[in-house]
T-cell receptor, first 113, second 112 residues
């Protein structure tokens, strides 16, 4: 069965520091992708970054990067130089075949000024 | 290009009432989804559609019905609302052959 685990319900980080949000997954699909979404207090879901399991390099999008370790089945999100606007819920997600995304329970990130 | 829109944004129902949530997307996406999000939990898939006229059950379909009569619209219906359906509902859409989903702003539903 497909499963996503996010073990950090909440994190506090000082502004301008880097932060790593953990995500581990379980899938039997030989080819898959990992997503990260951000949900600010306003409620909308914002797509951040995508990593394909056969991508040669870890995905990066601006200040967001994925620390993808396939053998460990982990896809941690790294946010460099955190900003106050980064305070939000962050969800890791795994799309199994058929495009039905499975979400983790999320990590609430709070950035301190 | 409005992306994915949802109406209404907020709604309060009494137990037993019915209502329909509307999701519309203007990106010509084939796939559309309805999720619910409850405190402390990730999003759970209610129903989804891979094309006009087709729907399928997700993880938590009981108590909900959906219809996809037009490609751009995906309706979620509650025939007899229950307090357990108090949640935030998200609609999403995606293009065939890709996994990325684009989300609407959500509908906050309270059932008293």
């Amino acid at each position: 069965a497909q499963k996503i685990t996010q073990t950090q319900p909440g994190m506090f980080v000082q502004e301008k520091e880097a932060v790593t949000l953990d995500c581990t997954y379980d899938t039997s699909d030989p080819s898959y992708g990992l997503f990260w979404y951000k949900q600010p207090s306003s409620g909308e879901m914002i797509f951040l970054i995508y990593q394909g399991s056969y991508d040669q390099q870890n995905a990066t999008e601006g200040r967001y990067s994925l620390n993808f370790q396939k053998a460990r089945k982990s896809a941690n999100l790294v946010i460099s130089a955190s900003q106050l606007g980064d305070s939000a819920m962050y969800f890791c997600a795994l799309p199994p075949q058929g495009s039905k995304i499975i979400f983790g329970s999320g990590t609430r990130l709070s950035i301190r000024p | 290009n409005a992306g994915v829109t949802q109406t209404p944004k907020f709604r309060v129902l009494k137990t037993g009432q019915s209502m329909t949530l509307l999701c519309a997307q203007d990106m010509n996406h084939e796939y559309m989804y309805w999720y619910r999000q409850d405190p402390g939990m990730g999003l759970r898939l209610i129903h989804y559609s891979v094309g006009e006229g087709t729907t399928a059950k997700g993880e938590v379909p009981d108590g909900y019905n959906v219809s996809r009569l037009k490609k751009q619209n995906f309706l979620l219906g509650l025939e007899s609302a229950a307090p357990s359906q108090t949640s935030v509902y998200f609609c999403a859409s995606g293009r065939i052959g890709t996994d990325t989903q684009y989300f609407g702003p959500g509908t906050r539903l309270t059932v008293l």
